[in-house]
T-cell receptor, first 116, second 111 residues
Framework: NAGVMQNPRHLVRRRGQEARLRCSPM?????VYWYRQLPEEGLKFMVY????????ESGMPKERFSAEFPKEGPSILRIQQVVRGDSAAYFC??????????????FGPGTRLTVT | AQSVTQLGSHVSVSEGALVLLRCNYS??????LFWYVQYPNQGLQLLLK??????LVKGINGFEAEFKKSETSFHLTKPSAHMRDAAEYFC?????????FGKGTRLSVIA
């Protein structure tokens, strides 16, 4: 059973460009979480999605960031008009259920975004 | 609301010595508590979790943690450090809300 896959692993964007980060959950998992990790910081929750639904986006910046998890295909985290402060590692996790305390979240290797 | 404080951003131990990584939490509901390990350029791997069963939780790689409600703590220990334990360790809490992580503790193991 393949683990959570993220691509690309490294992404370089110039200020003002768009960044698209992809996450394929583990087989059988329909719950996806996105986290951001800034240098010297822990992971910060961004958004929680189920297939075709955003369940909790309380951690998402109000502008330029969006996420989706379509019926078919990977989950996408999209950052429009990137700025230097968006440089970070973005991790995706998937789980078979939505209760964070009950269902283990399995993490992908992350996408390291660098904005120049 | 939940929060986590990890005391010590960097801990250094000798190989074979006791490992103790500290975590204190705050939660308005009975918490679920987790310890994750992150190796360089990799994602997080679950070491162990507390879900209101036994207060002493055993995890992978010889790690264990004890839930102490009176102290709001969930410290991670390992009796004897190995070089391969060098990594970043994160404590996290959830009250069936999204995981809230501490800032992490980097463990160095000296030969």
């Amino acid at each position: 059973n393949a683990g959570v896959m993220q691509n690309p692993r490294h992404l370089v964007r110039r200020r003002g460009q768009e960044a698209r980060l992809r996450c394929s959950p583990m087989k059988g998992h329909s719950h996806v979480y996105w986290y951001r990790q800034l240098p010297e910081e822990g992971l910060k929750f961004m958004v929680y999605l189920q297939k075709e639904n955003i369940i909790d986006e309380s951690g998402m910046p109000k502008e330029r960031f969006s996420a989706e998890f379509p019926k078919e295909g990977p989950s996408i985290l999209r950052i429009q008009q990137v700025v230097r402060g968006d440089s970070a590692a973005y991790f995706c996790a998937s789980s078979p259920g939505g209760l964070a305390g009950v269902y283990e979240q399995y993490f992908g290797p992350g996408t390291r975004l660098t904005v120049t | 609301a939940q929060s986590v404080t990890q005391l010590g951003s960097h801990v250094s131990v000798s190989e074979g010595a006791l490992v103790l990584l500290r975590c204190n939490y705050s939660s308005s509901v009975p918490p679920y508590l987790f310890w994750y390990v992150q190796y360089p350029n990799q994602g997080l791997q679950l070491l162990l979790k507390y879900t209101s069963a036994a207060t002493l939780v055993k995890g992978i790689n010889g790690f264990e943690a004890e839930f102490k409600k009176s102290e709001t703590s969930f410290h991670l220990t390992k009796p004897s450090a190995h070089m391969r334990d060098a990594a970043e360790y994160f404590c996290a809490v959830s009250g069936n809300t999204p995981l809230v992580f501490g800032k992490g503790t980097r463990l160095s193991v000296i030969a």
